[in-house]
Protein backbone atom coordinates (compact mmCIF):
# COMPACT_ATOMS: atom_id res chain seq x y z
CA UNK A 1 0.00 0.00 0.00
CA UNK A 2 1.38 3.26 -1.40
CA UNK A 3 0.92 6.31 1.46
CA UNK A 4 0.64 9.58 1.67
CA UNK A 5 -0.14 11.01 4.56
CA UNK A 6 -1.06 14.74 5.23
CA UNK A 7 -3.06 16.64 8.10
CA UNK A 8 -6.29 17.43 6.59
CA UNK A 9 -6.23 21.22 8.80
CA UNK A 10 -7.61 23.38 8.25
CA UNK A 11 -4.97 25.22 8.70
CA UNK A 12 -5.08 28.95 9.52
CA UNK A 13 -2.57 31.45 9.77
CA UNK A 14 -2.61 35.42 9.37
CA UNK A 15 -1.02 37.47 6.89
CA UNK A 16 2.79 37.71 6.89
CA UNK A 17 2.99 34.26 9.25
CA UNK A 18 5.12 31.51 8.12
CA UNK A 19 2.69 28.46 7.04
CA UNK A 20 4.27 24.89 7.78
CA UNK A 21 2.67 21.96 5.80
CA UNK A 22 3.67 18.31 6.52
CA UNK A 23 3.62 15.34 4.59
CA UNK A 24 4.87 11.52 5.75
CA UNK A 25 4.97 8.34 2.90
CA UNK A 26 4.93 5.12 3.38
CA UNK A 27 7.40 3.77 0.62
CA UNK A 28 11.17 4.50 1.21
CA UNK A 29 11.81 4.09 -2.40
CA UNK A 30 10.32 7.18 -3.06
CA UNK A 31 12.22 8.87 -5.35
CA UNK A 32 10.88 12.58 -6.51
CA UNK A 33 8.17 14.46 -4.17
CA UNK A 34 5.88 17.63 -5.35
CA UNK A 35 4.20 19.89 -3.71
CA UNK A 36 0.55 21.25 -5.75
CA UNK A 37 -1.29 24.14 -4.81
CA UNK A 38 -4.64 23.28 -5.98
CA UNK A 39 -7.54 26.37 -5.15
CA UNK A 40 -11.12 25.47 -4.47
CA UNK A 41 -12.74 24.05 -8.07
CA UNK A 42 -9.23 23.94 -9.83
CA UNK A 43 -7.14 21.42 -10.76
CA UNK A 44 -3.74 21.28 -9.14
CA UNK A 45 -0.98 23.59 -10.04
CA UNK A 46 2.97 22.32 -9.14
CA UNK A 47 4.58 24.65 -7.28
CA UNK A 48 7.66 22.85 -5.73
CA UNK A 49 9.44 19.62 -6.59
CA UNK A 50 12.31 18.46 -4.71
CA UNK A 51 14.68 14.85 -5.54
CA UNK A 52 17.33 15.05 -2.64
CA UNK A 53 17.70 15.21 0.84
CA UNK A 54 17.56 18.71 2.95
CA UNK A 55 15.98 22.52 1.56
CA UNK A 56 15.30 23.57 -1.60
CA UNK A 57 13.96 27.44 -1.89
CA UNK A 58 11.76 29.02 -4.28
CA UNK A 59 11.04 32.53 -3.59
CA UNK A 60 8.84 32.48 -0.48
CA UNK A 61 8.71 28.61 -0.31
CA UNK A 62 11.33 26.23 1.03
CA UNK A 63 10.45 22.19 0.69
CA UNK A 64 12.66 20.50 2.69
CA UNK A 65 12.83 16.24 2.37
CA UNK A 66 14.11 13.91 4.56
CA UNK A 67 14.07 10.31 3.26
CA UNK A 68 15.66 8.65 6.39
CA UNK A 69 12.30 9.91 8.09
CA UNK A 70 10.41 9.76 5.24
CA UNK A 71 9.33 13.29 5.83
CA UNK A 72 8.53 16.22 3.16
CA UNK A 73 7.28 19.48 4.23
CA UNK A 74 6.75 23.15 2.47
CA UNK A 75 6.81 26.31 4.16
CA UNK A 76 5.53 29.33 2.79
CA UNK A 77 6.77 32.50 4.30
CA UNK A 78 5.34 35.86 4.53
CA UNK A 79 1.70 34.18 3.76
CA UNK A 80 -0.52 36.17 1.86
CA UNK A 81 -4.63 35.54 1.95
CA UNK A 82 -4.00 34.91 -2.08
CA UNK A 83 -1.62 31.33 -0.85
CA UNK A 84 -5.55 30.27 0.60
CA UNK A 85 -5.74 26.73 -1.19
CA UNK A 86 -5.65 22.88 -0.72
CA UNK A 87 -2.05 21.91 -0.62
CA UNK A 88 -1.44 18.67 -2.02
CA UNK A 89 1.92 16.16 -1.54
CA UNK A 90 2.61 14.02 -4.14
CA UNK A 91 5.30 11.42 -3.91
CA UNK A 92 6.54 9.11 -7.28
CA UNK A 93 7.56 5.74 -6.67
CA UNK A 94 8.64 3.41 -9.07
CA UNK A 95 9.75 4.17 -12.49
CA UNK A 96 6.43 4.14 -13.61
CA UNK A 97 5.66 7.07 -15.62
CA UNK A 98 3.33 9.51 -14.73
CA UNK A 99 2.20 7.68 -11.41
CA UNK A 100 2.11 9.91 -8.69
CA UNK A 101 0.94 9.25 -5.02
CA UNK A 102 -0.93 12.05 -3.48
CA UNK A 103 -2.29 13.16 0.21
CA UNK A 104 -5.87 14.62 0.73
CA UNK A 105 -4.09 17.60 1.02
CA UNK A 106 -3.95 20.18 3.74
CA UNK A 107 -6.19 23.19 3.65
CA UNK A 108 -4.77 26.65 4.14
CA UNK A 109 -6.48 29.86 5.17
CA UNK A 110 -4.13 33.00 5.42
CA UNK A 111 -6.38 35.33 6.99
CA UNK A 112 -6.12 39.30 6.60
CA UNK B 1 5.47 23.80 -17.32
CA UNK B 2 3.70 22.68 -19.50
CA UNK B 3 0.30 23.84 -21.30
CA UNK B 4 -2.81 21.80 -21.05
CA UNK B 5 -5.98 22.31 -22.07
CA UNK B 6 -9.57 20.49 -21.31
CA UNK B 7 -12.74 20.41 -22.27
CA UNK B 8 -15.55 20.95 -20.69
CA UNK B 9 -14.95 22.37 -18.05
CA UNK B 10 -18.27 21.01 -16.40
CA UNK B 11 -20.55 18.70 -17.52
CA UNK B 12 -24.08 17.47 -16.34
CA UNK B 13 -25.80 14.78 -18.13
CA UNK B 14 -28.45 11.91 -17.52
CA UNK B 15 -27.62 8.48 -15.84
CA UNK B 16 -26.40 6.10 -18.64
CA UNK B 17 -25.82 8.81 -20.84
CA UNK B 18 -21.82 9.07 -22.40
CA UNK B 19 -19.79 11.91 -22.02
CA UNK B 20 -16.38 12.83 -23.64
CA UNK B 21 -14.07 14.67 -22.27
CA UNK B 22 -10.82 16.08 -24.38
CA UNK B 23 -7.46 17.24 -23.46
CA UNK B 24 -5.00 18.30 -25.65
CA UNK B 25 -1.11 19.48 -25.06
CA UNK B 26 -0.56 22.83 -26.43
CA UNK B 27 3.04 23.69 -26.22
CA UNK B 28 4.40 19.96 -26.61
CA UNK B 29 4.36 16.61 -28.21
CA UNK B 30 3.14 14.30 -25.62
CA UNK B 31 3.50 10.55 -26.48
CA UNK B 32 1.61 9.55 -23.32
CA UNK B 33 -0.92 11.08 -21.32
CA UNK B 34 -2.47 10.61 -17.89
CA UNK B 35 -6.29 10.71 -16.82
CA UNK B 36 -6.65 11.20 -13.15
CA UNK B 37 -9.82 11.47 -11.05
CA UNK B 38 -10.72 13.37 -7.78
CA UNK B 39 -13.64 12.35 -5.81
CA UNK B 40 -14.97 15.44 -2.84
CA UNK B 41 -12.41 15.59 -0.11
CA UNK B 42 -10.33 12.73 -1.59
CA UNK B 43 -6.89 12.44 -3.31
CA UNK B 44 -6.00 12.68 -7.00
CA UNK B 45 -5.85 9.04 -8.03
CA UNK B 46 -4.07 7.80 -11.41
CA UNK B 47 -7.03 6.37 -13.35
CA UNK B 48 -4.90 5.37 -16.87
CA UNK B 49 -2.48 6.16 -18.88
CA UNK B 50 -2.72 7.37 -22.32
CA UNK B 51 -0.74 6.20 -25.05
CA UNK B 52 -0.48 7.50 -28.46
CA UNK B 53 -1.11 5.09 -31.33
CA UNK B 54 -2.28 2.33 -29.00
CA UNK B 55 -4.10 1.19 -26.08
CA UNK B 56 -4.55 2.74 -23.12
CA UNK B 57 -2.96 1.02 -19.66
CA UNK B 58 -5.40 1.15 -17.51
CA UNK B 59 -5.27 1.51 -12.82
CA UNK B 60 -6.52 -1.65 -11.07
CA UNK B 61 -10.18 -1.53 -10.44
CA UNK B 62 -10.79 1.23 -13.34
CA UNK B 63 -12.77 -0.45 -15.83
CA UNK B 64 -11.72 -0.13 -19.15
CA UNK B 65 -14.78 -0.75 -20.92
CA UNK B 66 -16.43 1.68 -18.84
CA UNK B 67 -13.52 4.52 -19.42
CA UNK B 68 -12.86 4.54 -22.97
CA UNK B 69 -9.34 6.23 -23.82
CA UNK B 70 -7.93 7.74 -27.36
CA UNK B 71 -5.08 8.87 -28.22
CA UNK B 72 -4.65 9.37 -31.88
CA UNK B 73 -2.81 12.16 -32.24
CA UNK B 74 0.34 13.63 -30.27
CA UNK B 75 -1.44 16.71 -29.20
CA UNK B 76 -5.10 14.92 -27.75
CA UNK B 77 -6.30 12.42 -25.98
CA UNK B 78 -10.08 11.79 -25.05
CA UNK B 79 -11.82 10.18 -21.90
CA UNK B 80 -15.69 8.55 -22.97
CA UNK B 81 -17.15 7.82 -19.69
CA UNK B 82 -19.62 5.35 -21.09
CA UNK B 83 -23.07 4.98 -19.38
CA UNK B 84 -22.63 6.88 -16.75
CA UNK B 85 -24.29 6.52 -13.73
CA UNK B 86 -24.18 9.12 -10.52
CA UNK B 87 -21.25 7.21 -8.95
CA UNK B 88 -19.09 8.68 -11.98
CA UNK B 89 -19.79 12.27 -10.65
CA UNK B 90 -16.10 13.26 -10.13
CA UNK B 91 -13.21 15.76 -11.17
CA UNK B 92 -11.52 14.17 -13.92
CA UNK B 93 -7.99 15.54 -14.89
CA UNK B 94 -5.81 14.84 -17.65
CA UNK B 95 -1.45 15.51 -17.12
CA UNK B 96 1.20 15.17 -19.34
CA UNK B 97 5.41 14.86 -17.64
CA UNK B 98 7.52 16.62 -19.65
CA UNK B 99 10.67 15.20 -18.04
CA UNK B 100 10.72 10.58 -17.62
CA UNK B 101 13.68 11.09 -14.90
CA UNK B 102 11.60 14.31 -12.85
CA UNK B 103 8.05 12.75 -13.13
CA UNK B 104 6.27 16.07 -12.70
CA UNK B 105 3.05 16.47 -13.86
CA UNK B 106 1.39 19.52 -15.34
CA UNK B 107 -2.26 18.94 -14.62
CA UNK B 108 -4.97 20.61 -17.45
CA UNK B 109 -8.04 23.03 -15.78
CA UNK B 110 -9.95 19.72 -15.25
CA UNK B 111 -13.58 18.13 -16.14
CA UNK B 112 -16.18 18.23 -13.49
CA UNK B 113 -18.59 15.54 -14.18
CA UNK B 114 -21.89 15.52 -12.43
CA UNK B 115 -24.36 12.36 -13.62
CA UNK B 116 -28.25 12.79 -12.85
Known amino acids: QKEVEQNSGPLSVPEGAIASLNCTYSDRGSQSFFWYRQYSGKSPELIMSIYSNGDKEDGRFTAQLNKASQYVSLLIRDSQPSDSATYLCAVKIGSTLGRLYFGRGTQLTVWP | ?116
Open chain 2, 1 to 116: GAVVSQHPSWVICKSGTSVKIECRSLDFQATTMFWYRQFPKQSLMLMATSNEGSKATYEQGVEKDKFLINHASLTLSTLTVTSAHPEDSSFYICSVSRTRAAGELFFGEGSRLTVL
